[in-house]
C-alpha cells in the first residue's frame, strides 16, 4: 500500500475542474478524514460541509470515485482505485462551490409532497395508541431513519433526467406519513405524490435503494405509494 493517495478534488463551481493533491494515507482514514486533510493542511479555501462526523446529520454526503456517499462513514480502504480517490460535490444539485451543494430544492420537493406531519390531537389530549405490531408501523419504521443526505437523490437517473422529479428521499418521506395512522393529510399527500412528477415517473431502476447508507428501500417506497395512490384514483378520491 502507497504511503501517499493521488486524490482529484472538484474546485469551483459547476464550470470547475479537478486538482490534485497528495495525502498521506493512514489506517482507518475515512474519505472525510481526506478532505478536511486538504482543507487543513494544504488549502484552507477549500469548501465542504459536515457537521457529526457520526453518519447522523448526513451533510458530509459527496461523489467518491463516481459513487454518491456519506464520506464520514466510508473508509478509504473500501473505496479507492488502489492509491488514487476522485472526489467530487453531489450530482442532481446546484453546486455553490467546490464539494458544497445547495440543497434547497432537494428540501422544496420534500415540501411538495407534503412531508409534514398533520395530527389532531394537542398537547392536552392523551397520546395516540399505535400498535407496534401493525403492518402500517412496520412499514412506517421502514422508512423513518432518513437523515436527508441526499445520496438517493443524486444517485437517481430519473432525476437526472426529469429535474422536477420529486425524487426518492421525499416520496420515502411521503410514504412514512401515508402509513401513519396518527396523520389526518392522507388525500392531500395523495394528491401531491401521485401526479406526472411523483410516485408514478420512478422507473423502479433500484439505485436510491442500492446507495442509501441508512439501509433504507426508497424503491420499494415509492411502489407502496403507486398502490396507495392507485386504489385512491379507482375510488375517485383523487379528482
Not at 12 to 38: A, C, M, N, W
Not at 71 to 97: F, W
Not at 155 to 168: A, I, K, Q
Request: aromatic share 6%; proline share 4%.
Amino acid at each position: 500500500m502507497s504511503a501517499t493517495l493521488k486524490v482529484k478534488v472538484w474546485r469551483g463551481k459547476t464550470s470547475g475542474s479537478f486538482v490534485d493533491y497528495e495525502v498521506p494515507r493512514l489506517e482507518s482514514q475515512t474519505v472525510l478524514d481526506v478532505v478536511t486533510h486538504i482543507q487543513r493542511h494544504l488549502d484552507p479555501s477549500l469548501s465542504y460541509r459536515f457537521a457529526c462526523r457520526v453518519g447522523m446529520c448526513g451533510s458530509c454526503a459527496m461523489t467518491v470515485n463516481g459513487v454518491a456517499r456519506w464520506t464520514c462513514r466510508t473508509h478509504v480502504s473500501k473505496v479507492a482505485d488502489g492509491d488514487a480517490l476522485e472526489i467530487a460535490p453531489l450530482s442532481n444539485l446546484p453546486v455553490i462551490k467546490d464539494l458544497a451543494t445547495d440543497m434547497r430544492e432537494f428540501f422544496d420537493k420534500w415540501a411538495k409532497s407534503h412531508g409534514q406531519f398533520k395530527g389532531t390531537k394537542t398537547r392536552h389530549d392523551e397520546f395516540e395508541q399505535v400498535r407496534p405490531e401493525s403492518r402500517e408501523r412496520m412499514a412506517a419504521n421502514a422508512g423513518i431513519e432518513c437523515i436527508g443526505c441526499g445520496v438517493c437523490y443524486a444517485s437517481c437517473d430519473v432525476v437526472t433526467w426529469r429535474p422536477d422529479f420529486l425524487g426518492p428521499a421525499a416520496l420515502n418521506r411521503a410514504w412514512t406519513l401515508a402509513n401513519d395512522v396518527r396523520d389526518n393529510a392522507q388525500r392531500e399527500r395523495l394528491k401531491a405524490v401521485a401526479g406526472d412528477v411523483g410516485c408514478h415517473a420512478c422507473h423502479t431502476q433500484g439505485s436510491c435503494s442500492e446507495r442509501c447508507p441508512k439501509q433504507i428501500e426508497p424503491t420499494a417506497g415509492i411502489a407502496g405509494l403507486k398502490r396507495l395512490a392507485g386504489r385512491a384514483a379507482v375510488r375517485g378520491e383523487l379528482e
